[in-house]
């Protein structure tokens, strides 16, 4: 699989739908930042994904941030698909403050989003969207820079996942 060239990528959460009546939570590996102002992002989704169902619908998802303590979890959630899974993670949740989708309360960050733009792209769905309020562990990003202490995970393959050493280098 030549998108595999791009690995090792950052693995986020992705929730939508309304809390806590009908909602979903998926792994994703492709997300990115489009503009810091204004703060907007993309999320590429496949078509056969239950939380793609929910975030077309309701125009409206969270990105959250896990760290590696939550990877057992994260696996459930990027392996299954359905509302039948969350049955099986322990994350806590809550309604986010803007949006109706759920925010993970265990997460280290949490972006709240509204979809201003979708469009297809072969297997998957890009979903530009407006980062309307965020959430984070003041512990995790002191000075508003990350610290990599907490363990952001990044998916190598299958069920393989990494973190960063922690090492920085500089040019």
């Known amino acids: 699989m030549s998108y595999r060239l791009l690995y090792p990528l950052r693995t986020y959460l992705i929730s939508s739908g309304v809390y806590p009546e009908h909602y979903d939570i998926m792994a994703a590996d492709w997300v990115t930042v489009v503009s810091a102002k204004p703060f907007i992002i993309a999320v590429s989704i496949s078509p056969e994904r239950y939380t793609y169902r929910l975030v077309k619908t309701h125009r409206e998802l969270v990105v959250a941030v896990p760290v590696l303590e939550h990877l057992s ?14 049955s099986r993670v322990k994350l806590k949740l809550k309604r986010g403050a803007v949006v109706k989708a759920p925010v993970i ?22 979903f530009i969207a407006e980062v309307v309020y965020t959430h984070r562990k003041p512990e995790v990003f002191t000075g508003g820079e990350p610290s990599l202490k907490y363990h952001f995970i990044l998916h190598l393959a299958r069920d393989e996942f990494t973190t960063i050493e922690g090492r920085v280098y500089k040019p």
């Open 73 to 86: 979890d994260v696996w459930v959630l990027g392996s299954e698909s359905g509302p039948s899974k969350l």
């Open 105 to 126: 309360e265990d997460a280290v960050a949490n972006l709240e989003c509204r979809v201003v733009e979708s469009k297809l792209y072969g297997d998957h769905e890009l």
